[in-house]
């Protein structure tokens, strides 16, 4: 009950599953309903900043020769990104990560720990079946997004951790 109402996750896995939802769907069928989907999961959690950028990515990688049945919902999007990176506050409290500065040495050393931590976070039992099922479909909208999605996510955490960590 306590975290029902005090932490965000409680309304963001939903959406975030919602939202990667409406983007496999709109890899398929091209829908404005995406670059909708994507503001409102960043407006639920800052860090889903990931999922416009896994939508184009996806659009990108599956659906080359169809790019105009596309041109506005990831216009839409590209749009959304660009609005949330370029302008000064439109992420909040963590408008100041757009200006981040580390050396890359930093964020490839936090990179490579949180990637080797994921496998213990998961279990060790989960991650070679995931892998395998990444393996099989990293050409399909839904492992692109997948694979997006989770490189993305350790990227964030290793540039908080390469700014907060010694």
């Known amino acids: 009950v306590y975290h029902g109402y ?7 896995y939903p959406v975030f599953l919602g939202t990667v939802a409406v983007i496999l769907r709109g890899v398929d069928k091209p829908s404005v309903a995406v670059p909708i989907a994507c503001t ?6 800052v860090q889903f900043l990931v999922l416009p950028l896994a939508y184009l990515a996806a659009v990108a990688l599956c659906r080359r020769g169809s790019y105009r049945r596309h041109l506005v919902p990831a216009a839409l999007t590209a749009v959304l990104v660009a609005v949330l990176v370029g302008i000064p506050g439109a992420l909040g409290q963590y408008g100041g990560a757009t200006n981040i500065g580390h050396a ?6 936090w990179t490579l720990t949180n990637g080797y931590l994921f496998a213990f976070a998961l279990g060790l039992a989960i991650v070679p079946g995931a892998i395998l099922g990444l393996v099989l479909l990293w050409r399909q909208p839904f492992g692109i997004v997948t694979i997006s999605c989770t490189a993305l996510f350790l990227a964030q ?3 908080i951790g390469a700014g907060e960590a010694d």
């Open 6 to 12: 005090l932490m965000s996750e409680a309304l963001a």
């Open 40 to 45: 409102l999961a960043v407006a639920t959690r």
């Open 157 to 159: 955490a290793a540039v």
């Open 104 to 109: 890359p040495g930093a964020v490839a050393h």
